[in-house]
Protein backbone atom coordinates (compact mmCIF):
# COMPACT_ATOMS: atom_id res chain seq x y z
CA UNK A 1 0.00 0.00 0.00
CA UNK A 2 1.27 3.20 -0.94
CA UNK A 3 1.95 5.96 1.81
CA UNK A 4 -0.10 8.78 2.65
CA UNK A 5 0.89 12.04 0.86
CA UNK A 6 0.39 13.72 4.18
CA UNK A 7 2.25 11.23 6.70
CA UNK A 8 5.12 12.03 3.95
CA UNK A 9 4.61 15.74 4.40
CA UNK A 10 4.67 15.07 8.38
CA UNK A 11 7.75 13.57 7.78
CA UNK A 12 9.39 15.99 5.72
CA UNK A 13 8.46 18.61 7.68
CA UNK A 14 10.20 17.34 10.71
CA UNK A 15 13.33 16.51 8.70
CA UNK A 16 13.23 20.27 6.79
CA UNK A 17 15.04 21.19 10.42
CA UNK A 18 17.29 18.24 10.86
CA UNK A 19 18.97 19.57 13.83
CA UNK A 20 15.38 21.38 15.35
CA UNK A 21 14.24 17.35 15.24
CA UNK A 22 17.37 16.43 16.74
CA UNK A 23 17.29 18.65 19.36
CA UNK A 24 13.75 17.81 20.24
CA UNK A 25 13.92 14.21 19.94
CA UNK A 26 16.52 14.14 22.42
CA UNK A 27 15.00 16.39 24.85
CA UNK A 28 12.25 13.69 24.88
CA UNK A 29 14.68 11.02 25.33
CA UNK A 30 16.73 12.60 27.77
CA UNK A 31 13.55 13.81 29.99
CA UNK A 32 11.78 10.34 29.24
CA UNK A 33 14.85 8.68 30.44
CA UNK A 34 15.68 10.29 33.75
CA UNK A 35 11.66 9.92 34.43
CA UNK A 36 12.00 5.96 33.43
CA UNK A 37 15.40 5.71 35.91
CA UNK A 38 13.33 7.46 38.72
CA UNK A 39 10.21 5.69 38.05
CA UNK A 40 11.83 2.35 38.02
CA UNK A 41 14.20 3.23 41.34
CA UNK A 42 11.50 3.87 43.85
CA UNK A 43 9.39 1.24 42.02
CA UNK A 44 12.10 -1.10 43.21
CA UNK A 45 12.22 0.44 46.19
CA UNK A 46 8.79 0.39 47.43
CA UNK A 47 8.63 -3.17 46.58
CA UNK A 48 12.09 -3.67 48.37
CA UNK A 49 10.91 -1.78 51.43
CA UNK A 50 7.32 -4.25 51.90
CA UNK A 51 9.45 -7.05 51.07
CA UNK A 52 11.67 -5.93 54.01
CA UNK A 53 8.54 -4.76 56.16
CA UNK A 54 6.86 -8.38 55.44
CA UNK A 55 10.38 -10.63 56.03
CA UNK A 56 10.89 -8.69 59.65
CA UNK A 57 7.99 -10.08 60.97
CA UNK A 58 4.57 -7.75 59.52
CA UNK A 59 3.68 -10.06 57.02
CA UNK A 60 1.91 -8.73 53.77
CA UNK A 61 -1.14 -9.37 56.20
CA UNK A 62 -2.15 -10.29 59.37
CA UNK A 63 -4.99 -12.42 61.10
CA UNK A 64 -5.18 -11.12 64.13
CA UNK A 65 -8.62 -10.73 66.91
CA UNK A 66 -11.29 -8.53 66.03
CA UNK A 67 -10.65 -6.51 69.14
CA UNK A 68 -6.97 -5.91 67.96
CA UNK A 69 -7.08 -3.28 65.45
CA UNK A 70 -8.59 -0.98 67.67
CA UNK A 71 -6.72 -1.49 70.74
CA UNK A 72 -3.87 -3.37 69.84
CA UNK A 73 -3.17 -5.09 72.58
CA UNK A 74 -0.67 -7.96 72.92
CA UNK A 75 -2.64 -10.47 75.39
CA UNK A 76 -5.65 -10.92 72.60
CA UNK A 77 -5.42 -14.27 71.29
CA UNK A 78 -6.92 -15.89 68.21
CA UNK A 79 -9.54 -18.31 69.32
CA UNK A 80 -8.56 -22.19 67.46
CA UNK A 81 -6.07 -20.37 65.76
CA UNK A 82 -4.84 -23.76 64.24
CA UNK A 83 -8.09 -24.22 62.47
CA UNK A 84 -7.76 -20.97 61.05
CA UNK A 85 -3.75 -21.37 60.29
CA UNK A 86 -4.81 -24.43 58.45
CA UNK A 87 -7.90 -22.77 56.26
CA UNK A 88 -5.40 -19.92 55.28
CA UNK A 89 -2.57 -22.36 54.21
CA UNK A 90 -5.10 -23.90 52.12
CA UNK A 91 -6.12 -20.81 49.91
CA UNK A 92 -3.76 -20.09 46.99
CA UNK A 93 -1.57 -17.43 48.58
CA UNK A 94 -1.37 -19.10 52.21
CA UNK A 95 1.54 -20.84 51.95
CA UNK A 96 3.65 -19.16 54.28
CA UNK A 97 1.59 -18.25 57.47
CA UNK A 98 3.66 -17.68 60.94
CA UNK A 99 1.83 -17.76 64.33
CA UNK A 100 3.17 -15.41 66.69
CA UNK A 101 2.56 -14.53 69.80
CA UNK A 102 3.75 -11.48 71.74
CA UNK A 103 4.32 -10.17 75.17
CA UNK A 104 6.30 -7.10 76.70
CA UNK A 105 8.47 -8.33 79.60
CA UNK A 106 12.27 -7.89 81.39
CA UNK A 107 15.34 -10.35 80.53
CA UNK A 108 17.35 -10.03 83.36
CA UNK A 109 21.17 -11.36 84.33
CA UNK A 110 22.45 -10.86 87.24
CA UNK A 111 21.83 -7.42 88.36
CA UNK A 112 21.13 -6.37 84.91
CA UNK A 113 17.28 -5.50 83.41
CA UNK A 114 16.56 -5.28 79.44
CA UNK A 115 12.90 -4.55 78.72
CA UNK A 116 11.71 -6.41 75.62
CA UNK A 117 8.73 -7.80 73.37
CA UNK A 118 9.39 -11.19 73.37
CA UNK A 119 7.99 -12.86 70.34
CA UNK A 120 6.45 -16.31 70.63
CA UNK A 121 7.29 -18.51 67.53
CA UNK A 122 6.97 -21.38 65.09
CA UNK A 123 10.69 -21.97 65.00
CA UNK A 124 10.45 -24.32 61.88
CA UNK A 125 8.05 -21.71 60.14
CA UNK A 126 10.17 -18.51 61.25
CA UNK A 127 13.29 -19.67 59.44
CA UNK A 128 11.46 -19.45 56.57
CA UNK A 129 9.31 -16.46 56.96
CA UNK A 130 11.57 -14.27 59.26
CA UNK A 131 14.78 -12.46 57.50
CA UNK A 132 16.42 -11.86 61.18
CA UNK A 133 16.95 -15.68 61.67
CA UNK A 134 19.39 -15.05 58.71
CA UNK A 135 20.97 -12.25 61.12
CA UNK A 136 21.89 -14.84 63.78
CA UNK A 137 25.88 -14.57 63.74
CA UNK A 138 26.58 -16.49 66.97
CA UNK A 139 24.78 -19.97 67.74
CA UNK A 140 21.85 -20.86 65.93
CA UNK A 141 18.20 -19.80 65.64
CA UNK A 142 15.16 -21.70 68.15
CA UNK A 143 14.49 -25.38 67.62
CA UNK A 144 10.72 -26.00 67.38
CA UNK A 145 10.88 -28.77 69.66
CA UNK A 146 13.34 -27.06 72.48
CA UNK A 147 11.50 -25.47 74.71
CA UNK A 148 13.27 -22.95 77.48
CA UNK A 149 15.39 -21.36 75.20
CA UNK A 150 15.84 -18.10 73.39
CA UNK A 151 17.65 -15.77 70.31
CA UNK A 152 18.29 -12.40 71.11
CA UNK A 153 20.08 -9.33 69.88
CA UNK A 154 23.25 -8.13 69.92
CA UNK A 155 22.24 -5.00 71.54
CA UNK A 156 20.34 -7.34 74.34
CA UNK A 157 23.62 -9.38 74.85
CA UNK A 158 25.74 -6.33 75.51
CA UNK A 159 23.68 -4.80 77.71
CA UNK A 160 22.96 -7.71 79.56
CA UNK A 161 26.55 -8.96 80.00
CA UNK A 162 25.98 -12.33 78.30
CA UNK A 163 26.86 -14.68 75.55
CA UNK A 164 25.64 -18.15 74.45
CA UNK A 165 24.05 -20.67 76.67
CA UNK A 166 24.50 -17.94 79.45
CA UNK A 167 20.89 -18.06 81.29
CA UNK A 168 18.43 -15.14 81.38
CA UNK A 169 15.35 -14.62 83.75
CA UNK A 170 12.17 -13.67 82.03
CA UNK A 171 9.60 -11.98 83.98
CA UNK A 172 6.08 -11.22 82.60
CA UNK A 173 2.64 -9.87 83.61
CA UNK A 174 0.33 -13.30 83.01
CA UNK A 175 -3.12 -13.04 82.16
CA UNK A 176 -3.97 -12.70 86.09
CA UNK A 177 -1.72 -9.58 86.63
CA UNK A 178 0.67 -11.63 88.31
CA UNK A 179 4.43 -11.70 87.63
CA UNK A 180 5.93 -14.64 86.31
CA UNK A 181 9.10 -16.06 85.38
CA UNK A 182 10.99 -18.90 84.14
CA UNK A 183 14.46 -19.06 82.70
CA UNK A 184 15.98 -19.07 79.32
CA UNK A 185 18.75 -20.49 78.07
CA UNK A 186 20.22 -18.36 74.92
CA UNK A 187 21.21 -20.58 71.95
CA UNK A 188 21.24 -18.01 69.05
CA UNK A 189 22.57 -13.43 69.47
CA UNK A 190 21.04 -12.05 65.96
CA UNK A 191 23.49 -8.65 64.98
CA UNK A 192 21.27 -6.99 62.21
CA UNK A 193 23.96 -4.12 61.83
CA UNK A 194 20.97 -2.03 63.14
CA UNK A 195 22.00 -0.68 67.01
CA UNK A 196 17.82 -0.07 67.33
CA UNK A 197 16.78 -3.30 66.33
CA UNK A 198 19.39 -5.54 68.21
CA UNK A 199 18.56 -3.25 71.33
CA UNK A 200 14.91 -5.41 70.61
CA UNK A 201 15.90 -8.99 69.59
CA UNK A 202 13.72 -11.69 71.46
CA UNK A 203 12.44 -14.63 69.74
CA UNK A 204 11.35 -17.67 72.23
CA UNK A 205 9.44 -20.59 71.22
CA UNK A 206 5.50 -20.14 70.87
CA UNK A 207 4.90 -22.18 73.68
CA UNK A 208 7.10 -20.73 75.92
CA UNK A 209 5.12 -17.65 75.95
CA UNK A 210 1.99 -19.58 76.31
CA UNK A 211 3.20 -21.08 79.87
CA UNK A 212 4.54 -17.64 80.60
CA UNK A 213 1.32 -16.08 80.27
CA UNK A 214 -0.77 -18.22 80.98
CA UNK A 215 -2.22 -17.70 77.54
CA UNK A 216 -2.81 -20.37 74.94
CA UNK A 217 -2.40 -20.21 71.22
CA UNK A 218 -1.06 -17.28 69.31
CA UNK A 219 -1.73 -13.86 69.45
CA UNK A 220 -1.72 -13.52 64.90
CA UNK A 221 -1.13 -15.43 62.09
CA UNK A 222 1.10 -13.86 60.08
CA UNK A 223 0.96 -14.34 55.94
CA UNK A 224 3.84 -13.83 53.34
CA UNK A 225 2.80 -13.31 49.87
CA UNK A 226 4.63 -14.76 46.75
CA UNK A 227 3.66 -12.01 44.88
CA UNK A 228 2.59 -9.06 47.13
CA UNK A 229 0.67 -7.78 43.79
CA UNK A 230 -2.04 -9.92 44.95
CA UNK A 231 -2.63 -8.96 48.62
CA UNK A 232 -5.74 -7.21 47.66
CA UNK A 233 -7.26 -10.09 46.32
CA UNK A 234 -5.38 -12.40 49.23
CA UNK A 235 -6.85 -10.48 51.87
CA UNK A 236 -10.65 -10.35 50.38
CA UNK A 237 -10.38 -14.48 49.99
CA UNK A 238 -9.31 -14.52 53.45
CA UNK A 239 -12.00 -11.98 54.68
CA UNK A 240 -14.49 -14.11 53.48
CA UNK A 241 -13.52 -17.45 54.99
CA UNK A 242 -13.56 -15.73 58.63
CA UNK A 243 -16.25 -15.28 60.76
CA UNK A 244 -16.96 -12.14 62.90
CA UNK A 245 -14.11 -12.82 65.23
CA UNK A 246 -11.23 -12.65 63.42
CA UNK A 247 -9.81 -9.14 61.91
CA UNK A 248 -7.30 -8.90 58.65
CA UNK A 249 -4.89 -6.12 58.78
CA UNK A 250 -2.42 -5.62 55.95
CA UNK A 251 1.12 -4.13 56.30
CA UNK A 252 0.09 -0.51 55.88
CA UNK A 253 -2.62 -1.07 58.54
CA UNK A 254 0.02 -2.71 60.41
CA UNK A 255 3.04 -0.13 59.68
CA UNK A 256 1.11 3.26 58.74
CA UNK A 257 4.45 5.19 59.03
CA UNK A 258 6.03 2.73 56.60
CA UNK A 259 2.97 2.68 54.47
CA UNK A 260 3.01 6.98 54.51
CA UNK A 261 6.41 6.75 53.93
CA UNK A 262 6.78 4.53 50.52
CA UNK A 263 3.02 7.23 49.62
CA UNK A 264 5.53 10.44 50.14
CA UNK A 265 8.78 8.58 47.52
CA UNK A 266 6.03 7.79 45.00
CA UNK A 267 4.08 11.28 45.33
CA UNK A 268 7.93 12.81 44.95
CA UNK A 269 8.66 10.65 42.27
CA UNK A 270 5.05 11.80 40.22
CA UNK A 271 6.21 15.46 41.29
CA UNK A 272 9.60 15.53 39.42
CA UNK A 273 8.31 13.57 36.72
CA UNK A 274 5.52 15.65 36.34
CA UNK A 275 8.45 18.57 36.64
CA UNK A 276 10.73 16.76 33.78
CA UNK A 277 7.48 15.91 31.57
CA UNK A 278 6.28 19.63 31.64
CA UNK A 279 9.23 20.64 30.89
CA UNK A 280 9.78 18.69 27.83
CA UNK A 281 6.49 19.38 26.87
CA UNK A 282 6.92 22.92 27.04
CA UNK A 283 10.14 22.48 24.82
CA UNK A 284 8.24 20.35 22.35
CA UNK A 285 5.58 22.51 22.15
CA UNK A 286 7.85 25.82 21.60
CA UNK A 287 9.76 24.21 18.85
CA UNK A 288 6.47 22.69 17.52
CA UNK A 289 4.69 26.15 17.66
CA UNK A 290 7.89 27.83 15.86
CA UNK A 291 7.52 25.21 13.24
CA UNK A 292 3.62 26.32 12.90
CA UNK A 293 4.37 29.96 12.23
CA UNK A 294 7.07 28.76 9.92
CA UNK A 295 4.79 27.41 7.74
CA UNK A 296 1.73 29.82 8.03
CA UNK A 297 1.74 30.57 4.43
CA UNK A 298 1.84 26.50 3.45
CA UNK A 299 -1.40 26.10 5.95
CA UNK A 300 -2.95 28.59 4.39
CA UNK A 301 -1.98 27.16 0.91
CA UNK A 302 -3.38 23.71 1.99
CA UNK A 303 -6.65 25.69 3.58
CA UNK A 304 -6.98 27.21 -0.27
CA UNK A 305 -6.91 23.91 -1.54
CA UNK A 306 -9.80 22.52 0.74
CA UNK A 307 -7.81 20.68 3.32
CA UNK A 308 -10.06 20.56 6.24
CA UNK A 309 -9.46 21.64 10.13
CA UNK A 310 -9.39 18.36 10.81
CA UNK A 311 -6.93 16.78 8.63
CA UNK A 312 -4.56 19.47 9.65
CA UNK A 313 -4.74 18.90 13.31
CA UNK A 314 -3.73 15.21 11.95
CA UNK A 315 -0.97 16.58 10.39
CA UNK A 316 0.79 17.90 13.53
CA UNK A 317 0.07 15.43 15.56
CA UNK A 318 1.11 13.12 12.97
CA UNK A 319 4.26 14.87 13.08
CA UNK A 320 4.28 15.01 17.39
CA UNK A 321 3.64 11.22 17.35
CA UNK A 322 7.00 10.83 15.55
CA UNK A 323 8.83 12.84 17.50
CA UNK A 324 7.01 10.75 20.39
CA UNK A 325 7.80 7.58 18.62
CA UNK A 326 11.88 8.74 17.84
CA UNK A 327 11.81 9.93 21.88
CA UNK A 328 10.76 6.72 23.45
CA UNK A 329 13.28 4.87 21.60
CA UNK A 330 15.83 7.22 22.39
CA UNK A 331 14.31 7.20 26.04
CA UNK A 332 14.90 3.44 26.54
CA UNK A 333 18.04 3.72 24.77
CA UNK A 334 19.52 6.13 27.14
CA UNK A 335 16.96 4.60 30.33
CA UNK A 336 17.44 1.16 30.05
CA UNK A 337 20.90 0.84 31.14
CA UNK A 338 20.35 2.94 34.42
CA UNK A 339 18.06 1.16 35.31
CA UNK A 340 19.43 -2.59 34.83
CA UNK A 341 21.87 -1.15 36.73
CA UNK A 342 20.03 -0.17 39.12
CA UNK A 343 17.98 -3.03 39.35
CA UNK A 344 20.84 -5.49 39.29
CA UNK A 345 23.73 -3.75 41.30
CA UNK A 346 21.27 -0.54 43.13
CA UNK A 347 22.54 2.22 44.95
CA UNK A 348 24.77 1.46 48.05
CA UNK A 349 23.47 3.80 50.52
CA UNK A 350 25.61 2.46 53.29
CA UNK A 351 27.91 5.52 53.29
CA UNK A 352 25.39 7.96 54.60
CA UNK A 353 22.84 5.53 56.09
CA UNK A 354 25.79 2.66 57.50
CA UNK A 355 25.72 -0.90 57.07
CA UNK A 356 22.19 -1.62 57.40
CA UNK A 357 19.04 0.49 57.77
CA UNK A 358 16.37 -0.07 60.49
CA UNK A 359 12.96 2.02 60.76
CA UNK A 360 10.51 0.82 63.20
CA UNK A 361 11.73 -2.53 63.45
CA UNK A 362 12.15 -3.71 60.35
CA UNK A 363 15.92 -4.18 58.75
CA UNK A 364 16.24 -2.78 55.04
CA UNK A 365 19.18 -3.23 53.38
CA UNK A 366 21.58 -0.55 52.73
CA UNK A 367 22.10 -1.11 48.49
CA UNK A 368 18.44 0.11 47.08
CA UNK A 369 17.31 -1.33 43.75
CA UNK A 370 15.39 -0.63 41.48
CA UNK A 371 12.58 -2.40 39.36
CA UNK A 372 13.06 -3.51 35.54
CA UNK A 373 11.27 -5.29 33.37
CA UNK A 374 8.73 -4.89 30.36
CA UNK A 375 6.96 -2.21 32.21
CA UNK A 376 9.32 -0.07 31.00
CA UNK A 377 8.89 -0.87 27.21
CA UNK A 378 5.11 0.97 27.63
CA UNK A 379 5.54 3.29 30.13
CA UNK A 380 8.46 5.13 27.62
CA UNK A 381 5.89 5.32 25.04
CA UNK A 382 3.43 6.55 27.26
CA UNK A 383 5.44 9.04 28.64
CA UNK A 384 7.21 10.71 25.25
CA UNK A 385 4.02 10.19 23.65
CA UNK A 386 1.72 11.91 25.92
CA UNK A 387 3.84 14.69 26.50
CA UNK A 388 4.97 15.23 22.43
CA UNK A 389 1.32 14.60 21.24
CA UNK A 390 -0.30 16.93 23.89
CA UNK A 391 2.03 19.60 23.08
CA UNK A 392 1.28 19.28 19.72
CA UNK A 393 -2.36 20.40 20.50
CA UNK A 394 -1.90 24.05 20.64
CA UNK A 395 0.62 24.40 17.75
CA UNK A 396 -2.26 22.73 15.91
CA UNK A 397 -4.76 24.53 17.45
CA UNK A 398 -2.90 28.03 16.25
CA UNK A 399 -2.29 26.26 12.46
CA UNK A 400 -6.08 25.53 11.56
CA UNK A 401 -6.83 29.40 12.82
CA UNK A 402 -4.84 30.12 10.01
CA UNK A 403 -6.82 32.38 7.91
CA UNK A 404 -6.06 31.72 3.92
CA UNK A 405 -6.87 34.95 2.95
CA UNK A 406 -5.41 36.72 5.24
CA UNK A 407 -2.05 35.09 4.74
CA UNK A 408 -2.08 34.93 1.34
CA UNK A 409 -2.74 38.92 1.96
CA UNK A 410 0.81 39.07 3.20
CA UNK A 411 2.06 38.04 0.11
CA UNK A 412 1.14 41.00 -1.54
CA UNK B 1 -18.49 30.07 -23.34
CA UNK B 2 -21.75 29.06 -22.59
CA UNK B 3 -24.76 30.98 -20.63
CA UNK B 4 -24.17 28.59 -17.46
CA UNK B 5 -23.51 31.24 -14.35
CA UNK B 6 -21.22 29.82 -12.66
CA UNK B 7 -20.22 32.80 -10.25
CA UNK B 8 -23.02 35.63 -9.38
CA UNK B 9 -22.18 38.52 -7.86
CA UNK B 10 -24.67 41.52 -7.05
CA UNK B 11 -23.76 44.31 -5.39
CA UNK B 12 -20.86 42.61 -3.25
CA UNK B 13 -18.81 44.72 -0.92
CA UNK B 14 -16.22 43.64 1.56
CA UNK B 15 -15.02 46.07 4.29
CA UNK B 16 -12.28 45.24 6.53
CA UNK B 17 -12.66 46.61 9.52
CA UNK B 18 -8.28 47.28 11.01
CA UNK B 19 -9.46 48.55 14.39
CA UNK B 20 -8.45 51.94 13.65
CA UNK B 21 -10.11 52.19 10.06
CA UNK B 22 -12.42 50.91 7.68
CA UNK B 23 -11.28 49.91 4.30
CA UNK B 24 -13.63 49.41 1.92
CA UNK B 25 -12.14 46.72 -0.64
CA UNK B 26 -15.14 46.04 -2.72
CA UNK B 27 -18.15 48.68 -2.63
CA UNK B 28 -20.75 47.26 -5.16
CA UNK B 29 -19.28 44.67 -7.69
CA UNK B 30 -22.18 43.15 -9.86
CA UNK B 31 -20.85 40.54 -12.24
CA UNK B 32 -21.24 36.98 -13.57
CA UNK B 33 -18.98 34.35 -14.42
CA UNK B 34 -20.03 32.05 -16.99
CA UNK B 35 -19.08 28.66 -17.95
CA UNK B 36 -15.64 28.45 -20.00
CA UNK B 37 -14.68 31.99 -19.24
CA UNK B 38 -11.24 32.80 -19.73
CA UNK B 39 -11.55 36.02 -17.79
CA UNK B 40 -8.88 39.08 -16.26
CA UNK B 41 -9.92 41.19 -13.68
CA UNK B 42 -7.77 43.87 -14.44
CA UNK B 43 -7.02 47.38 -12.10
CA UNK B 44 -4.79 49.53 -10.35
CA UNK B 45 -3.30 48.31 -6.74
CA UNK B 46 -6.46 48.61 -4.11
CA UNK B 47 -9.03 48.64 -7.03
CA UNK B 48 -10.17 44.89 -5.34
CA UNK B 49 -8.82 42.48 -7.61
CA UNK B 50 -7.58 40.06 -4.63
CA UNK B 51 -10.22 41.05 -2.27
CA UNK B 52 -12.83 39.84 -5.42
CA UNK B 53 -10.55 36.71 -6.11
CA UNK B 54 -10.99 35.79 -2.31
CA UNK B 55 -14.46 36.01 -2.49
CA UNK B 56 -14.84 33.81 -5.45
CA UNK B 57 -12.66 31.48 -4.03
CA UNK B 58 -14.89 31.02 -1.57
CA UNK B 59 -11.33 32.08 0.55
CA UNK B 60 -13.67 34.72 2.53
CA UNK B 61 -17.21 35.82 2.48
CA UNK B 62 -18.75 39.27 1.68
CA UNK B 63 -19.39 42.21 4.34
CA UNK B 64 -23.27 42.44 2.17
CA UNK B 65 -24.39 41.75 -1.44
CA UNK B 66 -24.96 38.31 -2.60
CA UNK B 67 -22.69 35.77 -3.74
CA UNK B 68 -23.36 32.87 -5.08
CA UNK B 69 -20.79 30.26 -6.69
CA UNK B 70 -22.08 27.43 -8.08
CA UNK B 71 -25.24 28.07 -7.23
CA UNK B 72 -24.76 28.33 -3.18
CA UNK B 73 -25.11 31.64 -1.32
CA UNK B 74 -21.39 31.73 0.02
CA UNK B 75 -22.82 33.77 2.82
CA UNK B 76 -24.85 30.52 3.72
CA UNK B 77 -21.89 28.71 3.75
CA UNK B 78 -20.07 27.41 6.64
CA UNK B 79 -16.12 27.33 6.32
CA UNK B 80 -16.51 23.38 5.98
CA UNK B 81 -18.58 23.70 3.29
CA UNK B 82 -16.19 26.57 1.97
CA UNK B 83 -13.90 24.05 2.40
CA UNK B 84 -15.43 21.10 0.30
CA UNK B 85 -16.07 23.54 -2.28
CA UNK B 86 -12.72 24.89 -2.79
CA UNK B 87 -11.56 21.29 -2.79
CA UNK B 88 -14.03 19.74 -5.55
CA UNK B 89 -14.91 22.51 -7.37
CA UNK B 90 -12.20 25.33 -7.20
CA UNK B 91 -8.70 25.43 -8.32
CA UNK B 92 -5.89 27.93 -6.70
CA UNK B 93 -2.79 29.38 -8.86
CA UNK B 94 -1.10 31.34 -6.61
CA UNK B 95 1.75 34.24 -7.91
CA UNK B 96 4.61 32.88 -5.51
CA UNK B 97 3.97 29.40 -6.92
CA UNK B 98 2.75 28.24 -3.36
CA UNK B 99 4.31 24.38 -4.18
CA UNK B 100 4.64 22.26 -0.64
CA UNK B 101 8.23 22.75 -0.70
CA UNK B 102 8.98 19.07 0.82
CA UNK B 103 7.12 17.12 -1.81
CA UNK B 104 7.64 16.52 -5.31
CA UNK B 105 5.49 17.40 -8.02
CA UNK B 106 3.69 14.29 -8.61
CA UNK B 107 3.39 14.78 -4.20
CA UNK B 108 1.96 18.09 -4.98
CA UNK B 109 -0.84 16.91 -7.31
CA UNK B 110 -1.60 14.10 -5.36
CA UNK B 111 -1.87 15.73 -2.27
CA UNK B 112 -5.14 17.65 -3.52
CA UNK B 113 -6.17 13.71 -4.76
CA UNK B 114 -5.54 12.53 -1.34
CA UNK B 115 -7.53 15.44 0.31
CA UNK B 116 -10.17 14.81 -2.43
CA UNK B 117 -10.82 11.00 -1.16
CA UNK B 118 -8.85 9.44 -4.55
CA UNK B 119 -7.54 6.11 -3.17
CA UNK B 120 -4.55 4.01 -4.67
CA UNK B 121 -5.09 4.89 -8.35
CA UNK B 122 -3.93 8.60 -7.34
CA UNK B 123 -0.60 8.87 -8.12
CA UNK B 124 -1.45 7.37 -11.59
CA UNK B 125 -3.85 10.48 -12.14
CA UNK B 126 -1.27 12.95 -11.08
CA UNK B 127 1.38 11.35 -13.20
CA UNK B 128 -1.32 11.51 -16.24
CA UNK B 129 -2.17 15.17 -15.53
CA UNK B 130 1.84 16.01 -15.37
CA UNK B 131 2.59 14.23 -18.56
CA UNK B 132 -0.29 15.83 -19.94
CA UNK B 133 0.75 19.11 -19.46
CA UNK B 134 4.36 18.37 -20.36
CA UNK B 135 6.04 18.08 -16.64
CA UNK B 136 6.23 14.36 -16.90
CA UNK B 137 10.01 13.94 -16.83
CA UNK B 138 9.71 17.20 -13.71
CA UNK B 139 7.42 14.89 -11.64
CA UNK B 140 9.73 13.48 -9.11
CA UNK B 141 11.41 16.78 -8.92
CA UNK B 142 11.33 18.58 -5.96
CA UNK B 143 10.20 22.71 -6.01
CA UNK B 144 13.22 23.88 -5.44
CA UNK B 145 14.50 21.95 -8.03
CA UNK B 146 12.34 23.47 -10.85
CA UNK B 147 13.00 26.89 -12.36
CA UNK B 148 10.00 29.17 -12.00
CA UNK B 149 7.93 28.59 -14.90
CA UNK B 150 8.19 24.81 -14.09
CA UNK B 151 6.69 25.30 -10.52
CA UNK B 152 3.85 27.43 -12.20
CA UNK B 153 3.21 24.88 -14.25
CA UNK B 154 3.26 22.64 -11.87
CA UNK B 155 0.48 24.37 -9.87
CA UNK B 156 -1.82 24.96 -12.65
CA UNK B 157 -1.52 21.10 -12.48
CA UNK B 158 -2.48 21.07 -9.28
CA UNK B 159 -4.87 23.17 -9.73
CA UNK B 160 -6.54 21.16 -12.43
CA UNK B 161 -5.47 17.89 -10.68
CA UNK B 162 -9.14 18.20 -8.74
CA UNK B 163 -11.22 18.83 -12.16
CA UNK B 164 -12.46 21.66 -10.86
CA UNK B 165 -15.42 24.07 -12.51
CA UNK B 166 -13.48 27.26 -11.54
CA UNK B 167 -9.56 27.78 -11.58
CA UNK B 168 -8.30 31.23 -10.06
CA UNK B 169 -5.50 32.77 -10.65
CA UNK B 170 -3.96 35.72 -8.70
CA UNK B 171 -0.99 37.08 -10.64
CA UNK B 172 0.26 34.42 -12.21
CA UNK B 173 2.52 35.47 -14.36
CA UNK B 174 4.32 37.99 -12.15
CA UNK B 175 7.15 36.44 -11.28
CA UNK B 176 7.99 34.76 -15.00
CA UNK B 177 9.99 35.99 -17.57
CA UNK B 178 7.97 36.00 -21.02
CA UNK B 179 8.60 33.09 -22.49
CA UNK B 180 7.65 31.20 -19.36
CA UNK B 181 4.66 33.46 -19.08
CA UNK B 182 3.58 32.87 -22.34
CA UNK B 183 4.34 29.15 -21.82
CA UNK B 184 1.89 28.77 -18.94
CA UNK B 185 -0.82 31.08 -20.82
CA UNK B 186 -0.79 28.52 -23.40
CA UNK B 187 -1.10 25.91 -21.31
CA UNK B 188 -4.19 27.69 -19.24
CA UNK B 189 -5.67 28.57 -23.13
CA UNK B 190 -5.35 24.77 -23.84
CA UNK B 191 -7.28 23.32 -20.53
CA UNK B 192 -9.94 26.26 -21.11
CA UNK B 193 -10.35 25.20 -25.07
CA UNK B 194 -9.92 21.34 -24.95
CA UNK B 195 -11.43 21.10 -21.16
CA UNK B 196 -13.79 23.94 -20.72
CA UNK B 197 -12.20 24.71 -17.02
CA UNK B 198 -13.03 28.26 -16.52
CA UNK B 199 -10.49 30.57 -15.94
CA UNK B 200 -10.43 33.59 -14.01
CA UNK B 201 -7.00 35.92 -12.77
CA UNK B 202 -6.56 38.98 -10.77
CA UNK B 203 -3.69 39.98 -12.87
CA UNK B 204 -1.34 43.59 -14.00
CA UNK B 205 0.18 41.51 -16.75
CA UNK B 206 -0.60 43.14 -20.15
CA UNK B 207 0.54 39.57 -21.45
CA UNK B 208 -2.43 37.84 -19.64
CA UNK B 209 -4.94 40.73 -20.86
CA UNK B 210 -3.76 39.69 -24.43
CA UNK B 211 -4.83 35.92 -24.09
CA UNK B 212 -8.14 36.88 -22.15
CA UNK B 213 -10.97 36.58 -24.10
CA UNK B 214 -12.88 38.72 -21.22
CA UNK B 215 -11.49 41.63 -19.53
CA UNK B 216 -13.30 43.44 -16.27
CA UNK B 217 -11.49 46.19 -14.69
CA UNK B 218 -11.94 47.21 -11.17
CA UNK B 219 -11.71 51.08 -10.26
CA UNK B 220 -12.54 51.49 -6.70
CA UNK B 221 -13.71 48.21 -5.40
CA UNK B 222 -16.38 48.57 -8.65
CA UNK B 223 -16.87 47.20 -12.20
CA UNK B 224 -15.76 49.79 -14.74
CA UNK B 225 -15.90 48.24 -17.27
CA UNK B 226 -16.21 44.87 -18.72
CA UNK B 227 -15.29 43.60 -22.14
CA UNK B 228 -15.51 40.67 -24.30
CA UNK B 229 -13.31 40.25 -26.68
CA UNK B 230 -15.54 40.27 -29.83
CA UNK B 231 -12.94 37.14 -31.86
CA UNK B 232 -11.86 35.17 -28.72
CA UNK B 233 -8.28 35.58 -27.77
CA UNK B 234 -6.20 38.43 -29.16
CA UNK B 235 -2.93 36.13 -29.12
CA UNK B 236 -2.64 32.61 -30.29
CA UNK B 237 0.85 30.47 -29.61
Given at each position: ?15 R ?48 P ?64 N ?94 L ?8 A ?25 S ?61 M ?30 Y ?17 D ?41 | ?6 V ?40 G ?52 P ?73 N ?62
Amino acid sequence: MRQSISIRYAVRSLRRHTRRTILAVLGIGLGSAVCLFMIAFVRGEGRMMLKAAAESGTGHFRIVPAQWPEIRENDLRLPRWQRIRDIVRATEDGKLVAAHARKEGLLAFGTRVVGVEIVGVDATVEQRANRLVRRVTEGSYLTADVPGTTVVGRGVAERLDVGLDDPLMVTVANADGEMNSAMLRIVGIAETGSEELDATICHVNLEDVESLTGLAGAGDLTVLLDDPKRLEKAVEEIRGKLSDDYAVVTWEEIMPELASGVKVDETWTRLTVAIVMIVVFLGIMSAQLAAVLERRREFAVLSALGMKSGRLVGVMLMEGLMLGLAGSILGLAFGLPGAYYVATRGIDFSGIYGKEISMSNILFDPVFKGDFGWFLVPLAFELALSATILSSLYPAWFAIRTDPAAALRVEH
Amino acid sequence: MTDETLVAADEVTKVYDTGKLEVHALTGVTLEVRKGDFMAIVGPSGSGKTTFLNLVGALDVPTSGRLEILGDDLAALSKRRRADMRLHSLGFVFQAYNLVPVLTARENVEFVLELQGVGTERAARATEILEQLGLGELADRRPNELSGGQQQRVAVARAVASKPKVVLADEPTANLDGENAEMLLAMMGRLNAEHGITFVFSTHDPRVVAHARRVVTLVDGRVAKDEVKPNGPQKED
